[in-house]
Nanobody, 126 residues
Framework: QVQLVESGGGLVQAGGSLRLSCAAS????????MGWFRQAPGKEREFVAV????????YYTDSVKGRFTISRDNAKTTVFLRMNSLKPEDTAVYYC???????????????????WGQGTQVTVSS
């Protein structure tokens, strides 16, 4: 069992930056691939980024490439999402998610992930 708690969301102006954190419970954090998803009002939850168990492999959705960076600290059982050059269309609730084992080719699918956090709101004003 893994419990995930996100933090770091807030209100920021367009062009600004935020760093989201997701703290995980348990001693098996390094055995999980970790992802970030987001859900805007009236829209489906969408994939944002994912990182492999040792942090060596990352993938991003096209709309955030070059602006967002996912990273992890296995010693601190925490995954991060650094978000730069934020745009109003980045406004959403951001969720972290854990998938046991290595990355799968289906990492885009929310159904692949075993555990989810409660989400943190990110609002970008224009």
């Amino acid at each position: 069992q893994v419990q995930l708690v996100e933090s770091g969301g807030g209100l920021v102006q367009a062009g600004g930056s935020l760093r989201l954190s997701c703290a995980a419970s348990g001693r098996t954090f390094s055995s999980y691939s970790m992802g970030w998803f987001r859900q805007a009002p009236g829209k489906e939850r969408e994939f944002v980024a994912v990182i492999s168990r040792n942090g060596g492999i990352t993938y991003y959705t096209d709309s955030v490439k070059g602006r967002f960076t996912i990273s992890r600290d296995n010693a601190k059982t925490t995954v991060f999402l650094r978000m730069n050059s934020l745009k109003p269309e980045d406004t959403a609730v951001y969720y972290c998610a854990a998938k046991g084992g290595p990355l799968s080719g289906r990492y885009l699918s929310s159904n692949l992930y075993d555990y989810w956090g409660q989400g943190t709101q990110v609002t970008v004003s224009s």
